[in-house]
Nanobody
Framework: QVQLVQSGGGWVQPGGSLRLSCQASGFTRPYDAITWFREAPGKERLGVVCFVTAEGRTTYVDSVKGRFTLSTDNVKNTVYLEMNSLKPEDTAVYYC???????????????WGDGVLVTVSG
């Protein structure tokens, strides 16, 4: 059974940092892409960063470039999202999602984590 277990959300002041984790298990073959999405209150869920594993390509949305970094630990089957210089507008529920094809499209994600809340406020 495929599982994506997330951890690391919480509250932080503006300018602070958080690291989110997404541990994958139960896959019978390597997945092709993993994306972090976020859903702010009252807004649609949007992609933040996508890593296409087969191509070694990472794409960030403009609003987080230079502040957020995706990294992987293949031994632990875990993907991290390091978030620095956080702003109130980064407040959202963050989800990791995996696709079994080389895609970052939300409609093409095959498995989802449960989401973690990140709150940035003074």
């Amino acid at each position: 059974q495929v599982q994506l277990v997330q951890s690391g959300g919480g509250w932080v002041q503006p300018g602070g940092s958080l690291r989110l984790s997404c541990q994958a298990s139960g896959f019978t073959r390597p997945y092709d892409a993993i994306t972090w999405f976020r859903e702010a209150p009252g807004k649609e869920r949007l992609g933040v960063v996508c890593f296409v594993t087969a191509e070694g390509r990472t794409t960030y949305v403009d609003s987080v470039k230079g502040r957020f970094t995706l990294s992987t630990d293949n031994v632990k089957n875990t993907v991290y999202l390091e978030m620095n210089s956080l702003k109130p507008e980064d407040t959202a529920v963050y989800y990791c999602a995996v696709a079994e094809s080389k895609t970052c499209r939300i409609d093409d994600m095959d498995f989802w984590g449960d989401g973690v809340l990140v709150t940035v406020s003074g």
